[in-house]
């Protein structure tokens, strides 16, 4: 099993930053991806960015530009910096972690809200 947790989040002004981590713990070996997920009130969760361990990154289309995904991977954390906050930005923000070569190792922390007020 791993275990997430994150840290951050919170209320920012329109135009603000944030910055939110996420550390795995547990039986981290073979962990291959790791991301952030947006879900929005009303909505279904999204991908925010992820990236794996060689240092690929992926953003979704609506926070690329803004935002940027980072990883130590000596400390099997995930960042997320958030610039450029809109109100849209709004949400609980989910760290996740995989073992792509197995199906059954995809994990999820338990969440950070995060408001964006305009």
């Known amino acids: 099993q791993v275990q997430l947790v994150e840290s951050g989040g919170g209320l920012v002004q329109a135009g603000g930053s944030l910055s939110l981590s996420c550390a795995a713990s547990?039986?981290?070996?073979?962990?291959?991806?790791m991301g952030w997920y947006r879900q929005a009130p009303g909505k279904q969760r999204e991908l925010v960015a992820h990236v794996t361990s060689g240092g690929s990154k992926v953003y979704a289309h609506s926070f690329k530009g803004r935002f940027t995904i980072s990883k130590d991977n000596a400390k099997n954390t995930v960042y997320l910096q958030m610039n450029s906050l809109k109100p849209e930005d709004t949400g609980v923000y989910y760290c996740n972690a995989k073992k792509t070569w197995s199906i059954s190792d995809d994990y999820w922390g338990q969440g950070t809200q995060v408001t964006v007020s305009s």
């Open positions: 547990g039986n981290t070996f073979g962990i291959d991806d």
